[in-house]
């Protein structure tokens, strides 16, 4: 009986023990930059808590000690009772993550990501972008990671009519994928990178005797709203002349800045600060914006199947960045309305005029209104202050889908660091660096560091 009563204290002392892996480290102990410690809110640990992040570079730096490498689970307790706030999180100067911590009235704990870390001192930290919040504590947990699965990316295009050509590049990327990162870089907007001296491939190969594999463009001049059409570069005729350049060997990417103006009579803007257009009333049938998003989409139509003709497939990549509000077609109040106009924009394109050279990207908020049975691929647009791998915001969206859809960065400021997102295993499909100051200038990306990463032997180039 006594053995038996033993072995059960030891049984409850290692459940004990396994649940108890977390480490607090109190931020009032930490490095605090114009920030100040409080006690006057109940219910916080340790001596305090500190705050208010109010002006541009306040923070907090805790360092923590990492005795194993591996992954750890972040956690920060905090308060933000004036409203939700999204602020700045660095990890030992190599990861940067913008967080957004939802309102609440008491401290609360929330899990920041996770992340891969090394033995040894590692400073974490927090930095006003929002600001106007308080800080508690941090916590670190180790964790068991598993390896990505890959094999429950979708096999097939959404659209069962795709190109011979649509269908061999998505079977290139499933392939490629989880090997190799495709680089990609974005020309000035509205012009193929290569067909401007100084610009960004020339820069590049110059640089680095190497070219990115993708390209991407815009149709930033393609709305009926745009006047002199004339007059602006012809990049469908540059796309062209590109593909038969290079046997079709390139892969093309194109976004779409799409111009609107509203009943005001403005003139035509994407920006929802300079646009009255209305999305809510775009998705709804014979509608004054409905009309004149239906003349767009035929407009566009017309563009597409002159690259569909020499059997070119092109990543398409509408409505991006919805997740956020300074574009007519996003934000959260209008997340339904952007699935909404999605939907319409791929059935018109594909049912109605026959469109079937493209592989969908979305680019936006990831919610139960994604038009999941719309999309081929998902893109993160990441500009981070950092060359991190960004592997939290990657298993985010992988896990979204549950491992169904290929990830990618469809925008980045700093280029991500091949050999953290290898090791990290955040297996990007590609990248895709910004255009004109983020590549020609070291502001973003120095000289050598591009070298490094054209020069990577898991950096896949034309």
Same mark, same amino acid.
């Given at each position: ?117 090394? !033995?040894? /001192?590692?400073?974490?930290? +927090?930095?006003? #972008?929002?600001?106007?919040?308080? %800080?508690?504590?941090?916590? =670190? @947990? $180790? ?119 509203? !009943?005001? /009579?403005?003139?035509?803007? +994407?920006?929802? #600060?300079?646009?009255?257009?209305? %999305?809510?009333?775009?998705? =709804? @049938? $014979? ?176």
């Amino acid at each position: 009986m006594n053995l038996i009563i033993l072995i059960l204290l030891l049984l409850l002392l290692s459940i004990k023990f396994s649940i108890s892996k977390k480490i607090i480290y109190e931020a009032e102990d930490g490095i605090l930059n114009n920030i100040k410690i409080y006690k006057n809110i109940p219910n916080y640990s340790g001596k305090g808590y500190v705050g208010l992040f109010e002006k541009d570079g306040d923070s907090v730096t805790i360092t923590i000690n990492i005795t194993e490498i591996g992954y750890y689970n972040i956690y920060i307790s905090y308060l933000a009772n004036l409203g939700t706030k999204t602020n700045d999180i660095i990890i030992n100067g190599q990861d940067s993550i913008s967080f957004e911590f939802p309102e609440n009235t008491k401290f609360e704990e929330v899990l920041i990501g996770c992340f891969y870390l090394k !033995k040894g /001192d590692i400073e974490i930290i +927090f930095k006003k #972008n929002w600001g106007w919040m308080y %800080i508690d504590y941090l916590a =670190i @947990e $180790n964790v068991e990671q598993t390896k990505i699965d890959f094999s429950k990316f979708d096999k097939n295009l959404v659209n069962p009519n795709a190109t011979a050509s649509a269908k061999k590049l998505y079977q290139y990327l499933l392939n490629n994928y989880g090997k190799k990162i495709i680089s990609g870089q974005t020309g000035k907007a509205g012009e193929f990178c290569e067909e401007y001296a100084n610009g960004e491939i020339d820069y590049i190969q110059k640089l680095t005797n190497k070219m990115p594999a993708l390209w991407n463009t815009d149709f930033i001049f393609e709305s009926k709203d745009i006047k002199d059409q004339f007059q602006m570069p012809n990049y469908v005729q540059n796309g062209l002349n590109w593909w038969k350049k290079y046997n079709g060997k390139g892969i093309l990417s194109i976004q779409w800045h799409w111009n609107m103006k509203g !009943k005001m /009579d403005e003139s035509p803007s +994407f920006y929802s #600060n300079d646009s009255t257009f209305d %999305i809510e009333q775009a998705v =709804i @049938e $014979n509608t004054w914006e409905y009309n004149k998003v239906i003349v767009d989409i035929d407009h566009i139509a017309s563009i597409l199947k002159q690259l569909q003709d020499v059997n070119m497939p092109v990543i398409w990549r509408p409505l991006h960045e919805n997740d956020g509000n300074w574009f007519w077609w996003g934000g959260s109040e209008h997340s339904k309305a952007c699935s909404e106009l999605w939907k319409l924009l791929y059935k018109k394109l594909v049912y109605e005029h026959n469109i079937n050279n493209l592989i969908w990207l979305w680019n936006g908020k990831l919610d139960e209104n994604t038009p999941y049975e719309y999309i081929d691929l998902v893109g993160l647009d990441i500009y981070s202050t950092t060359h991190g791998s960004h592997r939290n915001e990657y298993i985010k969206a992988l896990t979204f889908f549950n491992n169904t859809k290929m990830i990618v960065l469809s925008e980045n400021g700093k280029i991500p660091d091949i050999d953290k997102c290898v090791e990290e295993e955040a297996w990007w499909g590609y990248f895709m660096t910004w255009n004109q100051e983020y590549i020609l200038t070291e502001d973003y990306n120095d000289k050598e560091f591009v070298k490094s990463v054209y020069n990577n032997s898991y950096n896949f180039i034309m």
